[in-house]
């Protein structure tokens, strides 16, 4: 089977072709119109979706080269992400795939996160544990089969992502901050200031006491010194990733060893973060697991990953009609 995929949850336009669950070409445009808003802009999405989706379509097809009737299935994000966005690429999946005749398949954003863990070796045998981390989700899934997925934890309240870009929009780093705060952190010293790590139950997770406390602290010292964050840009970016990083890997941790799973991974844009990178190692190392990191192309959002759920929905036959309509929020398995 060939598949065309779309992804238009957010602010990148992506499109891939999949052949029996090989990606043979992964297309991403990145919105750039919202720097200078220091945030997405969920109406200038939608009309960016629309400038770029026919290109990146054109060239997804091209690189892999096969042609256009080729395609038996078309499946694009049915949900979670911004409504504009997600009506963009749904649109013109039902089109495309009218116009070829072929099925439409519908497919949930974070467990195509999860899977594309599957696009190339070395694949997670089942059960696998995944922490997803991106720009609106924290959660710690259990994974039995491709599709068969539940969320044991996740954040009550921010992302772990947003926490990145919130606290560097407070270092006046521009959006989105996320990779800024690695790129500094790399020559800082992660133990020179301390942030509280919040008590929360089970294997959920909250990021919005540590930006508060990141608030206060630059406040307070900015007061005292204004080149404070100036001069202490790598120490502060260190030690808010290092906080970060702990208060995921912990709760990994627990979950890991109350279910006694293995088989452990990071999905979703944060994953590209070199220290929860460098983490997953280390506790990989200490507790026995074998662990599994996406290359960067497919942490942060990418239609590969929505191809190869696509793919093992197909394997099942399900297949979506007309009628599908996004959503800006679902479970797991209002879709197919
Ligand atoms: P969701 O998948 O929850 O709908 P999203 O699609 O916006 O949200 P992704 O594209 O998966 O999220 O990830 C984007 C997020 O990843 C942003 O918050 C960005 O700052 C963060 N991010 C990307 N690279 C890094 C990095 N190296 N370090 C920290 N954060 C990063
Ligand atoms: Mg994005
Ligand atoms: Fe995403």
Redesign the pocket.
């Known amino acids: 089977n060939v598949i065309l995929a779309i992804e238009s949850?957010?602010?990148?336009t992506s499109a891939a072709i999949v052949c029996d669950g090989q990606v043979q070409s992964n297309i991403i445009a990145t919105q750039k119109v919202h720097e200078q808003y220091g945030g997405?802009v969920p109406e200038l999405a939608s009309r960016a979706h629309l400038q770029h989706i026919v290109p990146v379509v054109d060239q997804a097809i091209k690189t892999a080269g096969i042609a256009k009737d080729a395609i038996t299935a078309v499946a694009f994000t049915q949900a979670?992400?911004l409504i504009g966005s997600l009506l963009v690429g749904s649109g013109f999946a039902k089109a495309f795939a009218q116009s070829l005749n072929v099925p439409l398949i519908a497919v949930h954003?974070?467990q195509a996160?999860v899977l594309a863990h599957w696009i190339e070796d070395p694949k997670p045998a089942f059960p696998f544990l995944c922490l997803?981390?991106?720009?609106?989700?924290t959660q710690i899934v259990l994974c039995r089969s491709h599709l068969d997925m539940e969320i044991i934890g996740e954040t009550l309240d921010d992302?772990?992502?947003?926490a990145?870009?919130k606290i560097?929009k407070m270092l006046q780093l521009p959006?989105?901050?996320?990779?800024l705060?690695?790129?500094y952190a790399k020559t800082g010293n992660p133990e020179r200031f301390a942030f509280p790590i919040p008590e929360i139950r089970e294997y959920d997770f909250s990021f919005s006491g540590i930006k508060t406390s990141v608030l206060y602290f630059l406040q307070k010292q900015v007061k005292e010194n204004p080149e404070f964050v100036a001069e202490n840009l790598a120490d502060i970016c260190a030690s808010v990733?290092h906080t970060?990083v702990k208060t995921l890997m912990k709760k990994l941790e627990k979950a890991a060893r109350h279910l006694k799973i293995k088989e452990i991974g990071i999905?979703?844009?944060?994953?590209?973060?070199?220290?929860?990178r460098a983490a997953l190692e280390a506790y990989g190392a200490k507790n026995g697991w074998k662990v599994y990191l996406p290359k960067f192309e497919y942490?942060?959002?990418n239609a590969a990953m929505i191809g190869i759920t696509a793919y093992y929905k197909m394997l099942l036959q399900q297949f979506t009609d007309l009628s599908a309509v996004p959503s800006a929020r679902t479970q797991w398995d209002q879709n197919g």
């Open positions: 949850s957010c602010d990148e997405v979670p992400g954003h974070m996160h997803t981390v991106s720009g609106g989700h992302a772990a992502g947003e990145f870009d560097a959006y989105p901050g996320g990779p705060v690695d790129k990733q970060i999905a979703g844009g944060v994953s590209a973060n070199s220290g929860l942490c942060t959002d």
